[in-house]
């Protein structure tokens, strides 16, 4: 079982950065894949930005590519968004989440929810205009 705890949200004008981290229970080595998931009420979450934690590869969601970065400290077992140049739409509730494996995100994709067995509890990001 891992325990993953979400922090750093919080309201920011547009254009302005945000730095989320999470902090996993386990030996990060252990999990072969993190992420940061996003969702807005009525909407399916969806995945932002991933990392292969053993080679350090990351992955965007093309409406963040260049404005976030996720990275992770193994020895702090933590893992890490910063966001920058804010948008508007980027307001919802983020989530960290970690597989168990890789089959599933082999099977399902590394950018679907159900790929990933753990998450945190979430943590808002609000960007006003």
């Known amino acids: 079982q891992v325990q993953l705890v979400e922090s750093g949200g919080g309201s920011v004008q547009a254009g302005g950065s945000l730095r989320l981290s999470c902090a996993a229970s386990?030996?990060?080595?252990?999990?072969?894949?993190m992420a940061w998931f996003r969702q807005t009420p009525g909407s399916e979450r969806e995945g932002v930005a991933i990392?292969?934690?053993?080679?350090?590869?990351?992955y965007y969601a093309d409406s963040v590519k260049g404005r976030f970065t996720i990275s992770q400290d193994h020895a702090k077992n933590t893992l890490s968004l910063q966001m920058n140049s804010l948008k508007p739409e980027d307001t919802a509730m983020y989530y960290c989440?970690?597989?168990?494996?890789?089959?599933?995100?082999?099977?399902?994709?590394?950018?679907?929810?159900?790929?990933?067995?753990?998450w945190g509890q979430g943590t808002q990001v609000t960007v006003s205009s």
């Open positions: 990392i292969d934690t053993g080679g350090g590869t990351t």
């Open positions: 989440a970690a597989t168990s494996g890789r089959n599933l995100i082999l099977s399902l994709g590394m950018m679907t929810s159900a790929a990933y067995v753990y």
């Open positions: 386990t030996y990060m080595d252990r999990i072969p894949y």
